[in-house]
């Protein structure tokens, strides 16, 4: 019975990447897959990191965007 109530560390799956991998941080300009964003900039607010629309200004939390089957965000990192 020993080790049997043990807790095991598990990593976390989520990252703060893109869909292709490459790393996203505040700043940055992305293609938004979801909402009907368009084209978004990573803003910094008090609940954390958010996509907000250049177009509208609509403001979409991070965690709402990552993808279940990977953990990537569900965006585009545009150049």
Do not use: H, P, W
Not at 1 to 23: E, H, I, T, Y
Not at 28 to 33: H, K, R
Not at 39 to 60: D, F, K, N
């Amino acid at each position: 019975m020993a080790g049997l109530f043990n807790r095991k560390s598990r990593k976390s799956k989520l990252q703060f990447v893109d869909l292709d991998g490459q790393s996203l941080k505040e700043g940055d300009t992305v293609m938004s897959l979801r909402y009907d964003l368009g084209e978004c900039r990573i803003v910094q607010t008090g609940q954390g990191m958010a996509y907000e629309s250049l177009a509208s200004g609509q403001q979409i939390s991070y965690a709402k965007m990552i993808d279940a089957a990977t953990g990537y965000q569900k965006v585009r990192k545009l150049s």
